[in-house]
């Protein structure tokens, strides 16, 4: 199993430009999770998904979106980049089937830089 | 106030010794607790899982209060690849089992 596979790995936009970040696991999993992880800081919730076609936002979802055609991949789409959006993005996947069961697995994260 | 409260450090300790982090969480609906381990510019991958009883998985103790929403990590007899930030996380009730995070804790292990 490659687990959580993320790309690219390192990202130069311009203010305004867009671009996708790829996510995509091959454990099965039901649940997928995009963070964001600013300099010295946790992690925050972008979006996430409990199924196929199914999305809801999190923490921070402004300025991005998702959708959730397959299992396996969830796409994370920046419309306008702006400064505000430089950051580390992270993926994760759950199969989470009560308590004690909630690891989530991350992939190795996309490093953003808007300029 | 923020969910997740934790002393960002950095701590740093000798090879050998015993470190102490602690975390506070601010809904006392949170459900699920863990420590999550995260090394420079790395992901984070879970460390362990925290139980109302308390756990060990080797050189690491973890303990949670829900009385004073409260969770800690003792790691004894630390090593050099104990070095990495430790994040505090929680889960709360009927949240689609969506990860709150604290800031971390940095560790640095000297030889």
């Known amino acids: 199993n490659a687990g959580v596979t993320q790309t690219p790995k390192f990202r130069i936009l311009k203010i305004g430009q867009s671009m996708t970040l790829q996510c995509t696991q091959d454990?099965?999993?039901?649940?997928m999770y995009w963070y964001r992880q600013d300099p010295g800081m946790g992690l925050k919730l972008i979006y996430y998904?409990?199924?196929?076609?199914?999305?809801d936002k999190g923490e921070v979802p402004n300025g991005y979106n998702v959708s959730r055609s397959t299992t396996e991949d969830f796409p994370l789409r920046l419309e306008l980049a702006a400064p505000s959006q430089t950051s580390v993005y992270f993926c994760?996947?759950?199969?989470?089937?009560?308590?004690?069961?909630?690891?989530?697995?991350f992939g190795p994260g996309t490093r953003l830089t808007v300029l | 106030r923020k969910e997740v409260e934790q002393d960002p450090g950095p701590f740093n300790v000798p090879e050998g010794a015993t470190v102490a982090f602690n975390c506070t969480y601010s809904n006392s609906a949170s459900q699920s607790f863990f420590w999550y381990r995260q090394d420079c510019r790395k992901e984070p991958k879970l460390l362990m899982s925290?139980?109302?009883s308390g756990n060990e998985d080797g050189r690491f103790t973890a303990q949670l209060n829900r009385a004073s929403q409260y969770i800690s990590l003792l790691i004894r007899d630390s090593k050099l690849s104990d070095s990495a930030t430790y994040l505090c996380?929680?889960?709360?009730?009927?949240?689609?089992?969506?990860?709150?995070f604290g800031s971390g804790t940095q560790l640095t292990v000297l030889p």
């Open positions: 996380v929680v889960i709360l009730t009927g949240s689609a089992r969506q990860l709150t």
């Open positions: 998904s409990v199924g196929a076609g199914i999305t």
């Open positions: 994760a996947s759950s199969s989470p089937l009560g308590i004690g069961t909630d690891t989530q697995y």
């Open positions: 925290v139980y109302s």
């Open positions: 454990m099965n999993h039901n649940y």
